[in-house]
C-alpha cells in the first residue's frame, strides 16, 4: 500500500468516526426533547386550549377538564365557590333540557416566564332557553405551569361583569311621593327631585344621579350595583329611601 493510499483510508476512517459521533448526538439530543416535552407554549396554544374547555361546558364534556388541570389545581368560579379539580369535573354536566349554550374566548392577554404561563381574557356567554336568549359576561385568569414536561392549568378564578338591569316603565304619578330629603346622619342628605319623566338623586358634595326604574319603589343607577327602594310606613307613605349594597342596606330617613 502506498503513502497516499494510506493516508486517505485514515482519513475515511476518521470522517466515518465522526459521522457516527454526529448520529448519536442527534439521537441523545432528540431523545432529551421528547422526554422533556413542550417547553415553551404560545398564547395561541393557552387560547385554543381555554377555548376547548368552555366549549365543552354546555355539553358537559368532562374530558378536556380531566386532561388540562393539574391535580392539585384551585378553581374559584364567579359565586365564590373554591373547588380542587376533583369537585371541578363532577360539577360539569349538560345543561337542562330545552336549553342550549356557547361561550367564547375574546380578548386575551398573557404573560409567559420559564415554566409558568398567566392567560388572562373575557368570556362571552349566550344561552338560549326555550327560544330566549340571556347573555353574561365573564372574566377569567388562567394560571399553567409546566411540569414533567407538560403544560398543566393549575389555578383558574372567574369574575362575572356587572350588567344594568333592564328598566322597568316609569310610573311618573309616584314621583312626587319620593321627592324630597333624606338624612343618612346629621349633615349628611341626600335629595331626590323630579324633572319631568326623570328621577334623581344627589348626596351632599356630590354629582346628580339618575334613579332608573327597575319595579314599583324600586330603582338603579347606571352602571352601579345595588339598588335604590323607597320604603313606606303602614300609611303607605315614603319615609326612608334604602341604599342597598352587596344586599346590606343603609337607610336614609326622610326628613321633608
Given at each position: 500500500?502506498?503513502?497516499?493510499?494510506?493516508?486517505?483510508?485514515s482519513?475515511?476512517?476518521?470522517m466515518?468516526?465522526?459521522?457516527?459521533?454526529?448520529?448519536?448526538?442527534?439521537?441523545?439530543?432528540?431523545?432529551a426533547?421528547?422526554?422533556?416535552?413542550?417547553?415553551?407554549?404560545?398564547?395561541?396554544?393557552?387560547?385554543?386550549?381555554?377555548?376547548?374547555?368552555?366549549?365543552?361546558?354546555?355539553?358537559?364534556?368532562?374530558?378536556?377538564?380531566?386532561?388540562?388541570?393539574?391535580?392539585?389545581?384551585?378553581?374559584?368560579?364567579?359565586?365564590?365557590?373554591?373547588?380542587?379539580?376533583?369537585?371541578?369535573?363532577?360539577d360539569?354536566?349538560?345543561?337542562?333540557?330545552?336549553?342550549t349554550?356557547?361561550?367564547?374566548?375574546?380578548?386575551?392577554?398573557?404573560?409567559?416566564?420559564?415554566?409558568?404561563?398567566?392567560?388572562?381574557?373575557?368570556?362571552?356567554?349566550?344561552?338560549?332557553?326555550?327560544?330566549?336568549?340571556?347573555?353574561?359576561?365573564?372574566?377569567?385568569t388562567?394560571?399553567?405551569?409546566?411540569?414533567?414536561?407538560?403544560?398543566?392549568?393549575?389555578?383558574?378564578?372567574?369574575?362575572?361583569?356587572?350588567?344594568?338591569?333592564?328598566?322597568?316603565?316609569?310610573?311618573?304619578?309616584?314621583?312626587?311621593?319620593?321627592?324630597?330629603?333624606?338624612?343618612?346622619?346629621?349633615?349628611?342628605?341626600?335629595?331626590?327631585?323630579?324633572?319631568?319623566?326623570?328621577?334623581?338623586?344627589?348626596?351632599?358634595?356630590?354629582?346628580?344621579?339618575?334613579?332608573?326604574?327597575?319595579?314599583?319603589?324600586?330603582?338603579?343607577?347606571?352602571?352601579?350595583?345595588?339598588?335604590?327602594?323607597?320604603?313606606?310606613?303602614?300609611?303607605?307613605k315614603?319615609?326612608?329611601?334604602?341604599?342597598r349594597?352587596?344586599?346590606?342596606?343603609?337607610?336614609?330617613?326622610?326628613?321633608?
Amino acid at each position: 500500500m502506498t503513502f497516499v493510499a494510506a493516508e486517505l483510508i485514515s482519513k475515511a476512517a476518521r470522517m466515518t468516526k465522526w459521522t457516527w459521533v454526529c448520529v448519536v448526538v442527534v439521537i441523545v439530543l432528540g431523545a432529551a426533547s421528547c422526554a422533556g416535552g413542550d417547553k415553551t407554549i404560545t398564547q395561541d396554544e393557552l387560547v385554543r386550549r381555554a377555548q376547548e374547555i368552555v366549549d365543552a361546558v354546555a355539553v358537559g364534556d368532562r374530558r378536556p377538564f380531566e386532561k388540562y388541570f393539574a391535580p392539585d389545581s384551585m378553581i374559584f368560579d364567579e359565586k365564590g365557590h373554591g373547588m380542587d379539580k376533583k369537585a371541578f369535573v363532577a360539577d360539569q354536566s349538560p345543561l337542562p333540557p330545552g336549553s342550549t349554550g356557547s361561550i367564547k374566548v375574546i380578548n386575551p392577554q398573557s404573560r409567559i416566564l420559564g415554566d409558568t404561563a398567566i392567560l388572562s381574557y373575557d368570556l362571552d356567554e349566550t344561552e338560549t332557553i326555550f327560544g330566549q336568549e340571556n347573555k353574561a359576561r365573564y372574566h377569567e385568569t388562567d394560571t399553567w405551569m409546566r411540569r414533567d414536561g407538560e403544560w398543566q392549568l393549575v389555578a383558574e378564578q372567574v369574575l362575572r361583569y356587572y350588567e344594568d338591569p333592564v328598566p322597568g316603565k316609569a310610573d311618573v304619578k309616584k314621583y312626587p311621593e319620593y321627592v324630597g330629603t333624606y338624612e343618612l346622619a346629621p349633615g349628611t342628605t341626600l335629595v331626590v327631585s323630579a324633572d319631568g319623566g326623570d328621577l334623581f338623586a344627589q348626596r351632599t358634595g356630590r354629582t346628580k344621579d339618575q334613579l332608573i326604574p327597575e319595579a314599583a319603589d324600586i330603582f338603579f343607577r347606571k352602571g352601579v350595583e345595588g339598588r335604590r327602594l323607597f320604603r313606606r310606613d303602614e300609611k303607605g307613605k315614603v319615609d326612608a329611601l334604602i341604599d342597598r349594597r352587596n344586599n346590606e342596606d343603609l337607610i336614609w330617613k326622610k326628613i321633608n
